[in-house]
C-alpha cells in the first residue's frame, strides 16, 4: 500500500469510526463518488449504498445521529450446521 492510500485510509478510518465526522467522510469522495458497503445485512440502519458526495453526507449524518445502541449491529453466534 503506497504512502498516498495509507494516508487516505487513515483519514477515511478517522473522519468514519473514530470521529464520526459526516462532512469530513464525505469530503474523502468525489462529487460523484459512491460508498458501498455490501456486507452491512438487510434492513441494518448504516447505508449499503450512497451515490454523490452530498448523499454520502447526509446518509452518513443521518446514522450517527442515531443514539449508539440504535447503531451497533446485533452480534450474535451463527447457528451451527
Not at 469510526?17 to 469530503?27: K, T
Not at 449499503?48 to 450474535?76: D, F, K, M, Q, S
Given at each position: ?5 495509507r ?30 458497503a ?9 447505508p ?17 445521529r ?7 449491529p ?7 450446521r
Amino acid at each position: 500500500m503506497s504512502a498516498i492510500s495509507r494516508e487516505i485510509f487513515g483519514r477515511y478510518l478517522h473522519a468514519g469510526a473514530l470521529s464520526h465526522d459526516a462532512d469530513a467522510l464525505a469530503e474523502l469522495f468525489t462529487e460523484d463518488g459512491v460508498l458501498e458497503a455490501p456486507l452491512v445485512p438487510a434492513g441494518h440502519p448504516y447505508p449499503r449504498r450512497l451515490v454523490g458526495r452530498e448523499a454520502i453526507r447526509a446518509g452518513i449524518a443521518e446514522y450517527h445521529r442515531r443514539p449508539p445502541g440504535a447503531r451497533n449491529p446485533t452480534v450474535g453466534r451463527s447457528e451451527e450446521r
